[in-house]
């Protein structure tokens, strides 16, 4: 309990990577790399203090994302002052979920904030995926695991699902940034017939290929005719390096996470060598990157 009589709050959010190639704007999962959040209120006016492996680029004023989003939850009860401790381990606008896992934190803390006591799950699911314009990430965030949400009347419908044992989650992740809303406004506000229907059917491949662990369903599950092609002419080299991935004997299925520009691919044993596979397609193109062998997170939302 701090000196003015309330307790801090703190909250641990993981990243995610989204669509998984076929499934654009609907599938997302948790993975094991976290944002975690502190709020302790008291004295006067907002201090933020940031550590972690990636707090470069996080406003520490009132323009601070994890803030605007506890503030317009908390309302009238948002304190006087506030210290913000903020351990970051996400890398910002790389595609793997870091402004999902800010919106989620804010909003449960201003809602903990507004009501005494941590929230629902489900209220913060809505009111984050409203936020961000679609609940793929956001849902993973929020339940950890696999999702598959839909919006139905303001509302996720949504659960977490368990991948096979043993997947792995290689994230290559270039020295590049692309905001999410310039990857989105590149897409075209309807598409052709034949690539909704390859879509659909790959996402089909991808579901089946993850639920009944079969791996060879999994590399054609993740094709996609919607989003990362277009993506691409953003960066080239995304393009690039996935083809090279996806080349790979034990790639077994390499996509764009999220809206990019970081590459992620499943794999089974083979994450370092995979890792150092796509880091060197980006380095032949004159890009420094860094990659992360990653399991998936079930636990998502996690309150202290």
Same mark, same amino acid.
């Given at each position: 309990?701090?000196?003015?009589?309330?307790?801090?709050?703190?909250?641990?959010?993981?990243?995610?990577?989204?669509?998984?190639?076929?499934?654009?704007?609907?599938?997302?999962?948790?993975?094991?790399?976290?944002?975690?959040?502190?709020?302790?209120?008291?004295g006067?006016?907002?201090?933020?203090?940031?550590?972690?492996?990636?707090?470069?680029?996080?406003?520490?004023?009132?323009?601070?994302?994890?803030?605007?989003?506890?503030?317009?939850?908390?309302?009238?009860?948002?304190?006087?002052?506030?210290?913000? /401790?903020?351990?970051?381990?996400?890398?910002?606008?790389?595609?793997?979920?870091s402004?999902?896992?800010?919106?989620?934190?804010? +909003?449960?803390?201003?809602?903990?904030?507004?009501?005494?006591?941590?929230?629902?799950?489900?209220?913060?699911?809505?009111?984050?995926?409203?936020?961000?314009?679609?609940?793929?990430?956001?849902?993973?965030?929020?339940?950890?695991?696999?999702?598959?949400?839909?919006?139905i009347?303001?509302e996720?419908?949504?659960?977490?699902? /368990?991948?096979?044992?043993?997947?792995?989650?290689?994230?290559? +992740?270039?020295?590049?940034?692309?905001p999410?809303?310039?990857? /989105?406004?590149i897409?075209?506000?309807?598409?052709?017939?034949?690539?909704?229907?390859?879509?659909?059917? /790959?996402?089909?491949l991808?579901?089946?290929?993850?639920?009944?662990?079969?791996?060879?369903?999994?590399?054609?599950?993740?094709?996609?005719?919607?989003?990362?092609?277009?993506?691409?002419h953003?960066?080239?080299?995304?393009g690039?390096?996935?083809?090279?991935?996806?080349?790979?004997?034990?790639?077994?299925?390499?996509?764009?996470?999220?809206?990019g520009?970081? +590459?992620?691919?499943?794999?089974?044993?083979?994450?370092?060598?995979?890792?150092?596979?796509?880091?060197?397609?980006?380095?032949?193109?004159?890009?420094?990157?860094?990659?992360?062998?990653?399991?998936?997170?079930?636990?998502?939302?996690?309150?202290?």
């Amino acid at each position: 309990m701090t000196a003015t009589g309330r307790y801090a709050m703190k909250v641990r959010v993981p990243a995610s990577t989204a669509n998984l190639g076929s499934g654009f704007d609907v599938v997302g999962l948790a993975l094991q790399l976290y944002l975690e959040v502190e709020a302790v209120p008291g004295g006067d006016g907002l201090k933020v203090e940031l550590s972690g492996k990636y707090p470069g680029g996080i406003p520490k004023d009132k323009n601070n994302l994890i803030y605007r989003c506890i503030a317009e939850h908390a309302g009238d009860s948002l304190p006087q002052g506030m210290v913000l /401790r903020i351990h970051n381990d996400i890398p910002l606008t790389r595609g793997l979920g870091s402004s999902a896992s800010a919106i989620v934190a804010g +909003i449960t803390i201003g809602e903990w904030i507004r009501m005494g006591t941590p929230p629902e799950r489900q209220p913060v699911l809505d009111a984050a995926s409203r936020m961000e314009g679609h609940p793929d990430n956001v849902s993973a965030a929020v339940l950890g695991g696999l999702t598959v949400s839909a919006m139905i009347d303001d509302e996720v419908i949504t659960n977490s699902l /368990r991948v096979p044992y043993g997947l792995e989650i290689v994230a290559v +992740i270039p020295e590049r940034e692309l905001p999410t809303q310039k990857a /989105r406004e590149i897409l075209p506000l309807s598409i052709p017939r034949a690539e909704a229907v390859f879509n659909l059917q /790959r996402l089909g491949l991808l579901l089946t290929g993850l639920f009944l662990n079969k791996k060879g369903m999994l590399y054609h599950g993740v094709a996609d005719a919607i989003h990362q092609n277009r993506r691409a002419h953003l960066f080239p080299p995304m393009g690039e390096v996935l083809t090279a991935m996806n080349r790979d004997r034990d790639c077994y299925g390499a996509f764009i996470s999220g809206a990019g520009p970081s +590459i992620a691919a499943f794999t089974y044993g083979a994450g370092p060598r995979l890792g150092e596979l796509g880091v060197k397609a980006f380095q032949k193109l004159g890009i420094p990157a860094e990659y992360r062998v990653l399991a998936p997170d079930y636990l998502g939302l996690t309150f202290f």
